[in-house]
Structures are given as C-alpha cells and as structure tokens.
C-alpha cells in the first residue's frame, strides 16, 4: 500500500494563512452539527474555493491533483472497478503505470481502509490522486453509462419476443418488475436523469428503435436497437400510464411519477402512431429540484428589479411570451414564488400542474370532461384572488376574461406565443380584444429564449467570423476589445461546447407613450416608445450582453434570435 502522511487539514490551513483559527473553530462546531467535512464546509462557507483545496491537499500528501474536466479517461482501465465499487470507494481507475501501480482518483485519499480494498480488488498497488468530488461523481455517469447494459437487455426483449412483436406485452404485465423491458425502461430514466435531459424519445424507424434526449435544448442520440423492441417499451409506458395499451392508432396521453436516486421525477407521456409503430415521448419534472427565484433566472439587473416591480402591481395583466421549451412556465413559477405569502390568494389553473406550490390553489384543466381553461378561470374569480396564473392564453375566450379579471381588481400572469414584446399586444388584438381593452389591462410583457452556457471547463477566446456579426448585424468595430468565448468541447459537456441553459429576455412595460401606441394600433410608435424605456432591449441585445460576459457564445445567440431567413443565411455563409 502506498504510504500517505497523516494531515490534520484545519491546522495546515491556519499555519499556511488560508483561514483564521476563529474561522476553524466555527467551522469544526458547524461540522458537528452538519456531519460534512470540514473542506466541504469551508467551500460552502465561501472561505476557500474547491481547486485550491484541492491542490493544497495534493501538496502535502505529496500525490497528484488531477482535474477530471480535462482529463481523458479511457474506459477500459476505469472499468477494472465495477460502478458499484467505484461509487461505494469514491475512486476511479486512472491509468495503468509503467512500473505496475494503478493510479486512481479518490475524493478522500486519506481513508486508507478504502485504498487497501481497492488494491485487493484491482490486483496491484494502488497511488491515489485527489479528484474533487462532483467531478468524480460527474465522471462515474460518463463511465458507467449504462449503455451496454441497455443494449443487451434490449437484445434479451427482442429475444424473448420471436417473431411476434405483440408477445412483447406478455413481459409488461402489471408486477412483472424483473422483465428485461422493465429493467431497460429504469436504465433509461436513470441514464436520462443524470445527464440532466429533459425529454426522452422513443421513435420506431424503418428497421431500428432510436432512442434519443433532448439536453440543453438539444437533440442527442443514446441508443438504437432493434425496431420490434419498440412495441414493447411503448405498451409498458401506457401501462405505467394508465393508457389503453391496445389503442395504436390514436394519439395518448398520461403521466406518472418515479423516485430515482432520491429524486421525485414526473413524468408526462405522450404516445403518436406513426408508419412505423407507436412513438413515445416523455417529458421529464424534477419535483425535487426545487424552484429557481428571479434572481436565478439570468435575467439583466435593471430588468430584474422592473419586472420584480412589475409584478407587484395590484391589477392587470403581466404575460410571458415565447415558443414552446423557452422556460415561459419557469419564469412564472419564479414570480408567484416572489409573491407568494399569507397575505395573497393565489389560484393557478394549469394544463398540466407542473410543480406543486404551498399556499397556492393549484388547478388541473380537464378538457375531456369540460373543465377547460375558460371554465375555470370563470370559477376561479367567484373565489376571491389577489392573483390568478393561466397557463395560457390560447383563444377569444380566455382572452377577453383575463382581461375583464385584470380590469375588475386582480392580477392576472399568463404565457402567449409570440415572437417578441411588442407582439404581443397585436396578437390579443387579433384573438378579439378590443385594443382600448389590452391597453387598459396589460401591464408588462417578457418576450424570452433559453441560449446554452458556454462550458467553463473547456472555454477558450474566439474571434468572431464575419459570417456571425453579419447574421447579428453587429458592426464589428463595436465590439473592439470584447474577448468572446466557445466551448471546445470536454468531457463535462459531452464534447457539446456547452453545459446549461440561461434565459434572455426582452421586458416591455405598457407605460402611458406604450399604452397610447397600442390603443391607437401604431407599431412604430411602440418601437419609439420602447427606446425610451431605460431597462428595454431586444432579445438579440440581452444574448450580445451575455456573450460579452462571457455566458454564451456569439453563434448561440445567432441561432436563438435570428429569423428564419437570417439563419438560412448564416448557414450557407
């Protein structure tokens, strides 16, 4: 075994100048309490960053520091430990050395019980390196991926099912929890939970099953197999749904609920035949995530603080606009979170209720049994609120009630699809409303897009190309001495450039020179109205913002913002 120095971590900190003695002690006390160690504790205390704790470890225990973000693990070596040893140790094989020892990556390269069974089951002397934790544990999805596993228990049901694909359905009967389709399906959902998806499609092909997840707002393949596996996954999905599993020729949808590692997931499952067999698709709701607060939304400060402000009116209407998967639901949760209290009565009606909120009346509409949004929204104003969320506005109906609720005394939140702010009002006009009625009852709009974070593991400069400023129409001479950044691509991100999401945001507020132009029908006039506005930018000026910060890339924003006709262009440059 390799022979490590003992270290008492708190006193060497002190000694070098890292922390006080007084910061020590109440870090120890705090220890007791909690059960952490101590270096998380001082890394959540904000004492000591977790890269330099790390190297400061790795010096004095005289081993290495490795840096698993940069570091290529090959497979093969890291799979001399099985998942379960390599979660239960917290290690990961490294590398094979030349003289015969096996580097690997512990998050606590003191517990020596931990290196002396790692060095009986890997057959050699092991040298430990410090890795940081969460990187280890990020690493461990990437290696044990699952993947081979569900490949041959995709292989096993397309065995067991012979030629007949409807003989499939006799692995998913209710309790049959050890059929390999059933064992696929939790592969899946745990694979798709710890890559951070969220959607999973399951799409039967000519003569292939692919199955793929949406990631960042992105399209990414995970697996194909066998087409007549297809059948099977569909119909046990329906059954954890509580669908018609002999129904394929009409579109289905069902949700249920999951707990995978400690996580309470929702599931919303929508089922489509298509001419090679019954699609699937999942939406995935991590319910114990928790709620994002407007400060976590990306939005810029002055914007932040006007639509806080905004949102805290007594009556009318404050919508959020955008297409489908541009966080609209997110933004709204993370404003009834900002209001929410004792004080206020609060109903959301919801199609569906995607998260769970205290204090609130949280309503599911029923279309099928005519408990439709309109109804609803009927019913809710006979109950007293302060504030009413719709889940959207989609028709003459509920457009002209909310608007009457916000003219009445309440505060109405709502989502549109709209391009833009300004829009928005042209959209309700559209729908019905009189435009003296939108320009009396609306208050704000946020016109949104998700644009993915640049990878801070692999981030590198990089000179615009002159194809994405002229698809920005952005004058280059503008951003002289602007460092703009891209991904180059790791293992963290998954060789994407990317990791996250952040919103964009356009905030219109209906002042009085808005409020005019919208009731007189006058579009420049709006557009004039809104350059006066101190906190207002397009969307295209709040992604330029975010890519000189450094957030996201300038190619990020171009794909987000730009019309169809400006993408095409880019796209050929």
């Known amino acids: 075994m390799a022979k490590l120095k003992k270290i008492r971590l708190g006193d060497l900190l002190v000694q070098e100048g890292w922390i006080t003695q007084q910061q020590l ?58 998942e379960s040893q390599a979660r239960r140790f917290r290690a990961i094989p490294l590398k094979n050395k030349s003289d015969g ?20 089951v890997l057959g050699a002397e092991v040298e430990p390196a410090v890795v940081s934790e969460s990187a280890l544990l990020r690493a461990m999805d990437r290696v044990y991926t699952q993947s081979e596993e569900m490949t041959n228990l995709a292989e096993e049901i397309g065995e067991e099912m012979g030629g007949e694909a409807d003989q499939g359905l006799l692995e998913v009967r209710p309790g049959a929890e050890d059929a390999p389709v059933v064992r696929l399906l939790n592969s899946l959902f745990t694979q798709a939970i710890r890559a951070g ?7 039967p092909d000519q003569e292939t099953l692919r199955i793929r997840f949406r990631i960042d707002g992105v399209m990414q393949e995970r697996m194909t197999a066998e087409r007549r596996v297809a059948g099977a ?40 035949p298509t001419s090679h067999g019954e699609s699937a698709v999942m939406r995935l709701l991590d319910q114990t995530a928790g709620l994002i607060g407007l400060d ?62 205290p204090l609130i009346n949280q309503i599911q509409v029923r279309p099928q049994i005519d408990l439709d949004f309109g109804r609803v ?38 989502t549109l699809h ?52 002229a698809g920005l ?3 280059p001479e503008e951003l002289a001495g602007v460092t703009f950044y891209r991904g180059q691509g790791c293992a963290e991100c998954n060789n994407t450039g990317y990791r996250g999401r952040v919103g964009i945001y356009e905030l219109m507020e209906v002042d009085g020179a808005v409020r005019e132009a919208i009731a007189n029908q006058d579009r420049g006039a709006l557009e004039r109205a809104l350059q006066a506005q101190p906190s207002h930018r397009t969307l295209r000026e709040s992604g330029l913002e975010k890519a000189k910060t450094g957030v996201t890339s300038l190619e990020e924003v171009l794909r987000v913002t730009a019309e169809d006709m400006e993408y095409a262009e880019f796209e050929t440059a």
């Open 25 to 82: 002690e109440e870090a120890l006390a705090a220890q007791k309490d909690s059960g952490k160690k101590l270096g998380q504790l001082l890394i959540d205390q904000g004492l000591i960053d977790e890269k330099s704790l790390l190297r400061f470890v790795a010096e004095q225990l005289a081993i290495d520091y490795v840096d698993l973000s940069q570091f290529q693990l090959d497979p093969e070596t890291a799979h001399a430990l099985s």
């Open 101 to 120: 020892t096996v580097q690997v990556g512990m998050s606590d390269p003191t517990n020596v019980m931990a290196v002396d069974r790692l060095e009986r």
């Open 197 to 203: 998806a969220s959607d999973i499609h399951v799409e």
């Open 233 to 272: 996954l569909v119909s046990r999905l329906k059954l954890m749904g509580e669908l018609d599993i002999a129904e394929r020729r009409l579109p289905q949808d069902g949700r249920f609920q999951l707990n995978i590692e400690n996580r309470r997931i929702d599931v919303r499952l929508s089922t489509m």
């Open 296 to 357: 976590e939304l990306g939005m810029e400060a002055d914007v932040r603080e006007e639509f806080d402000r905004l949102i805290h009116v007594p009556h009318g209407i404050v919508l959020v606009t955008g297409p489908t998967g541009s966080g609209k639901t997110t933004t709204l949760y993370a404003a009834l979170k900002a209001i929410n209290n004792l004080q206020q009565k609060v109903i959301t009606i919801e199609d569906p209720v995607e998260y769970q909120l």
């Open 377 to 414: 929204l009927r019913t809710a104003l006979r109950h007293d609120p302060d504030t009413i969320m719709l889940g959207e506005i989609r028709d003459m109906e509920t457009a002209s009630i909310a608007v009457r609720a916000a003219l009445t005394g309440h505060m109405v939140y709502s």
């Open 418 to 469: 709209t391009n833009d702010a300004p829009s928005t009002a042209t959209r309700l006009i559209d729908m019905g409303v009189e435009p003296f009625l939108v320009a009396s009852s609306l208050r704000a709009v946020v016109a949104q897009r998700l644009v993915r974070r640049v990878c801070d593991s692999c981030k590198a400069p990089e000179e615009p190309s002159r194809a994405v400023l």
């Open 473 to 475: 129409r952005v004058d």
